[in-house]
């Protein structure tokens, strides 16, 4: 627990309480560099809110600046206060730490000062920092249009599609739906890339079974126009009697049917 | 009685220029024909023709019918034909036996009346000579 964290997030003029709580239970947890990584399940039970409003809360948080996070697979999430540099000297003045590498095994485990001031220094942490990860799916607003950056790689990559009924069709499309998507723009691609197809196949994404009946139905007639045209059905005057079929032959053997 | 084998001799001919005529009629309807008709009633009924072997016997079925027979079924099955599949052969023959009887019926009717024509032919010549 670092003193100047917690003094630090309560300063901080946040509106939403409940990631101001958040910021405090981090700022409970963090080191003096203003390092913590609490699990999800831990800030649940310190702070009395649901999972959901944490993601929430930690998303504003990074959103406003004073958090940052991240994150890498199979490892514990860890959380960066944007502590001041003065207080972090003033942290670092006493002590020679600089960063607490995360727990390995036990990561609910609060890191006791004891603890802090036995590690040595420790070389910055190769975790990748992401980007403000915490993304929100939104649904789509009636006047979402392609960027002219879009408009450009449309361009480039399907140039035969029409991108503003391709757009039209798209906006028109999730808005009856009601779906939410995290990247619009990335979305509006895959259906330019689905149009590509649509169009390159002359306008049905896929056969439909009256096509493929159609399709079998004329392989079929056209394979009996070729077998009567190679002769390998005998007739006399373009007419082929039933005794002509060999499998009728066999049935009725001699007799006349016609 | 030269005038009496001249109006038979003409009507003897008229008549066989008329079995040829019901002949031709009673000749069964082509490959083509049948071809067509039967693609488009599987596309009327949305169902698939036969394969193979299975569509020859098909066609060598329906060519016993003679052509009108043959359209006359084809025309009865198009508006009244109820199921979710192809005609069958049988159907056809059905509703065209009918047809190919009354034709089979005017061909022997008119054989007849040429053989009768040929009896009184040859009664008249041998009263002339």
């Given at each position: ?61 990074t ?5 940052s ?18 207080s ?5 003045s ?11 095994h ?153 | ?43 009327m ?32 099955l ?52």
């Amino acid at each position: 627990m670092a003193i100047n964290a917690i003094e630090w997030a309560f300063e901080q003029n946040i509106s939403i309480p409940s990631a101001k709580l958040v910021l405090l239970s981090l700022a409970d947890h963090a080191n003096a560099t203003g390092y913590c990584w609490p699990s999800v399940a831990r800030l649940v039970k310190r702070t009395g809110l649901s999972r959901a409003t944490i993601f929430r809360s930690i998303e504003t948080l990074t959103g406003l600046g004073l958090v940052s996070q991240a994150y890498e697979q199979g490892k514990v999430n860890r959380y960066n206060l944007m502590l001041p540099v003065s207080s972090c000297n003033q942290s670092h003045s006493d002590t020679s730490i600089t960063v607490i590498p995360p727990p390995s095994h036990d990561e609910t485990t609060p890191v006791s000062p004891c603890d802090q001031t036995r590690l040595m220094v420790i070389p910055e942490p190769s975790v990748t920092v992401k980007e403000p990860s915490m993304k929100r799916a939104r649904a789509i607003s009636a006047d979402w249009c392609a960027s002219d950056t879009l408009l450009a790689w449309a361009k480039e990559r399907a140039p035969n599609v029409d991108t503003t009924i391709e757009s039209e069709k798209f906006v028109n499309y999730y808005q009856s739906k009601g779906e939410s998507r995290k990247d619009w723009d990335a979305s509006w691609r895959n259906w330019i890339i689905r149009a590509t197809r649509d169009y390159t196949s002359g306008g049905s994404r896929f056969p439909t079974r009256s096509d493929e009946r159609r399709t079998r139905n004329s392989e079929r007639i056209d394979a009996a126009m070729a077998r009567r045209d190679s002769g390998s059905v005998q007739g006399h005057d373009n007419v082929t009697r039933l005794r002509d079929v060999p499998v009728l032959r066999l049935v009725v053997g001699s007799q006349a049917i016609d | 009685m030269s005038q009496s084998s001249d109006w038979l001799l003409e009507a003897k001919q008229s008549i066989e220029a008329d079995i040829r005529g019901m002949m031709r009629l009673q000749r069964p309807p082509s490959d083509e024909q049948i071809l067509s008709t039967l693609n488009a009633m599987a596309e009327m009924f949305q169902v698939e023709v036969p394969e193979a072997i299975g569509l020859e016997l098909y066609m060598a079925a329906l060519r016993t019918l003679p052509h009108p027979a043959f359209v006359r079924a084809r025309d009865v099955l198009v508006l009244q034909h109820k199921w979710p599949r192809l005609p069958y052969p049988a159907d056809f023959i059905e509703h065209g036996d009918e047809m190919k009887e009354r034709l089979r019926a005017k061909e022997r009717k008119l054989r007849y009346q040429r053989n009768t024509i040929i009896r009184a032919l040859k009664i008249l010549r041998s009263r002339t000579f």
